[in-house]
């Protein structure tokens, strides 16, 4: 379980939103600004980042971070992205706002491909940029969860019973995107692929992979298909995509330091 019940404390540097719009409930992802969901997500990250084993080998972090980096500069110059590997076999990844994306060792050591893996993170950028995660925490604006982002924003210290509500509030970053989400995320992560000279269709091959794996093995995919909903539908509106950009074939589909990475990944205690 998360913890946030040092949030409050640590409330100073959190921009208050317009008191009047938070205190009636209806907040919105609109109404927050850049640099609100920066603090608000380095909040969160460092809550998750306590709970959650994440890999310190140097090297894989490095990597992970060029390689998303690579793809969110060039889409998304607000805010500045922090990826992590999450040392556990099953495969999933996920975003929080303020754009920092986790992604377990269990969904790399499957991506055969460097453009597998940057469909993922592509995938996940598009969750960041298109405020997915804010939007879902201000439709929980007036339940248990909703109130965390409330209290955040507010900078006020919550009492007893209020922490008791905070605490499942990162389970919003686990809940299930709408299958428009999914599809939105699915179409940015497109175009940023193609834009970073990534080759688009390994986002393809990775949820293909996913959905045979499903087939074989359920549980070590649960995590992601709970989270995302993929289905073969969407694997075919992604592939329309795709065929409707044109020639893709001069776009990088792997390298040499991938596959440096995957191995390293590959080797770290479990
Ligand atoms: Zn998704």
Same mark, same amino acid.
């Given at each position: 379980?998360?913890? $946030?019940?040092?949030?409050?404390?640590?409330?100073? !540097?959190?921009?208050?939103?317009?008191? +009047?719009?938070?205190?009636?409930?209806?907040?919105?992802?609109?109404?927050?600004?850049?640099?609100?969901? +920066?603090? =608000?997500?380095?909040?969160?990250?460092?809550?998750?980042?306590?709970?959650?084993?994440?890999?310190?080998?140097?090297?894989?972090?490095?990597?992970?971070?060029? =390689?998303?980096?690579?793809?969110?500069?060039? !889409?998304?110059?607000?805010?500045?992205?922090?990826?992590?590997?999450?040392?556990?076999?099953?495969?999933? +990844?996920?975003?929080?706002?303020?754009?920092?994306?986790?992604?377990?060792?269990?969904?790399? &050591?499957?991506?055969?491909?460097?453009?597998?893996?940057?469909?993922?993170?592509?995938?996940?950028?598009?969750?960041? !940029? &298109?405020?997915?995660? =804010?939007?879902?925490?201000?439709?929980?604006?007036?339940? @248990?969860?909703?109130?965390?982002?409330?209290?955040?924003?507010?900078?006020?210290?919550?009492?007893?019973?209020?922490?008791?509500?905070?605490?499942?509030?990162?389970?919003?970053?686990?809940?299930?995107?709408?299958?428009?989400?999914?599809?939105?995320?699915? @179409?940015?992560?497109?175009?940023?692929?193609?834009?970073?000279?990534?080759?688009?269709?390994?986002?393809?091959?990775?949820?293909?992979?996913?959905?045979? &794996?499903?087939?074989?093995?359920?549980?070590?995919? &649960? /995590?992601?298909?709970?989270?995302?909903?993929?289905?073969?539908?969407?694997?075919?509106?992604?592939?329309?995509?795709?065929?409707?950009?044109?020639?893709?074939?001069?776009?990088?589909?792997?390298?040499?330091?991938?596959?440096? $990475?995957?191995?390293? !990944?590959? /080797? =770290?205690?479990?």
């Amino acid at each position: 379980m998360l913890r $946030f019940r040092s949030l409050g404390q640590r409330a100073g !540097v959190l921009v208050a939103l317009s008191g +009047a719009s938070l205190a009636s409930g209806c907040a919105t992802a609109s109404s927050i600004t850049p640099q609100q969901e +920066a603090q =608000l997500g380095a909040q969160y990250a460092a809550e998750i980042n306590q709970q959650l084993p994440i890999v310190q080998n140097s090297a894989v972090h490095s990597y992970i971070n060029q =390689l998303g980096r690579s793809i969110a500069s060039r !889409v998304d110059p607000r805010l500045t992205y922090t990826f992590y590997v999450v040392n556990s076999d099953e495969v999933n +990844a996920f975003a929080v706002p303020g754009g920092y994306i986790y992604v377990n060792r269990g969904l790399i &050591e499957r991506a055969a491909t460097m453009s597998e893996l940057a469909g993922v993170l592509g995938h996940e950028i598009g969750h960041v !940029v &298109e405020r997915h995660g =804010l939007e879902q925490m201000a439709r929980m604006q007036n339940t @248990e969860l909703g109130v965390n982002l409330a209290y955040i924003l507010l900078g006020r210290q919550p009492g007893a019973l209020e922490s008791l509500a905070l605490q499942g509030g990162a389970a919003v970053f686990f809940a299930s995107h709408s299958r428009a989400d999914e599809n939105q995320a699915d @179409e940015v992560a497109v175009q940023y692929m193609v834009q970073s000279g990534i080759d688009p269709n390994g986002i393809v091959a990775m949820f293909q992979r996913l959905i045979d &794996e499903q087939q074989r093995s359920p549980s070590t995919v &649960e /995590q992601w298909f709970s989270t995302h909903p993929l289905t073969q539908d969407r694997i075919q509106h992604v592939q329309s995509l795709i065929d409707r950009l044109g020639a893709t074939s001069n776009l990088r589909r792997d390298s040499e330091e991938y596959q440096a $990475f995957r191995n390293r !990944v590959r /080797q =770290l205690p479990r």
